[in-house]
């Protein structure tokens, strides 16, 4: 059928190397991600859970993701083309939820703890972002609206949160906190 590939999605395939019994996609509930992610915590399982889904729409576009430790989550969306993300995530219960819809968007996004949160939206052309977030309970929010953005975060410590809403052209916002 034509357009039935629009979309792609993608589940990092080491999950299910981790059962300890046959397991298959067919076996896991399709409600959501996050009931997918409960769903590989079962005892059938060992005890690490990482989830990844991603979503492409366009052409060029790239998504490179490391995940180590338990139950960390990552969602990309791209629409559009030559759009890139980077993730690297490390502990437990962290998050990343990402879209980028436009041209040559890209983001590098680090978190290492503990239930720390990263939203990030790209729309337009040529916009930037760097979050690193080490620690507890952290959450970073960038919105870029526009073109040729580029926002940085920097947060070590717990409970730190940052968020940057940017529309235009041309923003530069660098944020630095420690607790």
Same mark, same amino acid.
């Given at each position: 059928?034509?357009?039935?590939?629009?979309?792609?999605?993608?589940?990092?395939? $080491?999950?299910?190397?981790?059962?300890?019994?046959?397991?298959?996609?067919?076996?896991?509930? !399709?409600?959501?991600?996050? $009931?997918? *992610?409960?769903?590989?915590?079962?005892?059938?399982?060992?005890?690490?859970?990482?989830?990844?889904?991603? *979503?492409?729409? #366009?052409?060029? *576009?790239?998504?490179?993701?490391?995940?180590?430790?338990?139950?960390?989550?990552?969602?990309?969306?791209?629409?559009?083309?030559?759009?890139?993300?980077?993730?690297?995530?490390?502990?437990?219960?962290?998050?990343?939820? !990402?879209?980028?819809?436009?041209?040559?968007?890209?983001?590098?996004?680090?978190?290492?703890?503990?239930?720390?949160?990263?939203?990030?939206?790209?729309? #337009?052309?040529?916009?930037?972002? !760097?979050? !690193?977030?080490?620690?507890?309970?952290?959450?970073?929010?960038?919105?870029?609206? #526009?073109?040729?953005?580029?926002?940085?975060?920097?947060?070590?410590?717990?409970?730190? *949160?940052?968020?940057?809403?940017?529309?235009?052209?041309?923003?530069?916002?660098?944020?630095?906190?420690?607790?």
């Amino acid at each position: 059928m034509p357009g039935s590939h629009k979309y792609r999605f993608l589940l990092a395939t $080491a999950i299910f190397g981790m059962c300890t019994d046959v397991c298959t996609a067919s076996d896991l509930d !399709s409600n959501s991600e996050l $009931a997918l *992610n409960s769903e590989l915590s079962s005892a059938n399982l060992l005890s690490v859970s990482n989830l990844t889904v991603i *979503n492409q729409e #366009g052409g060029i *576009n790239t998504v490179s993701v490391r995940q180590s430790g338990r139950t960390n989550y990552t969602s990309a969306h791209q629409d559009g083309n030559r759009n890139n993300l980077s993730v690297t995530q490390a502990g437990e219960d962290n998050v990343v939820l !990402s879209r980028q819809v436009g041209e040559q968007n890209l983001s590098g996004l680090i978190q290492v703890g503990y239930e720390n949160w990263i939203n990030i939206g790209q729309y #337009g052309v040529g916009n930037s972002a !760097s979050v !690193s977030q080490f620690g507890m309970q952290n959450s970073a929010h960038v919105e870029e609206v #526009g073109m040729l953005h580029k926002v940085n975060i920097y947060q070590s410590g717990n409970g730190l *949160n940052a968020s940057v809403i940017v529309t235009g052209t041309a923003t530069v916002t660098y944020i630095r906190q420690f607790d």
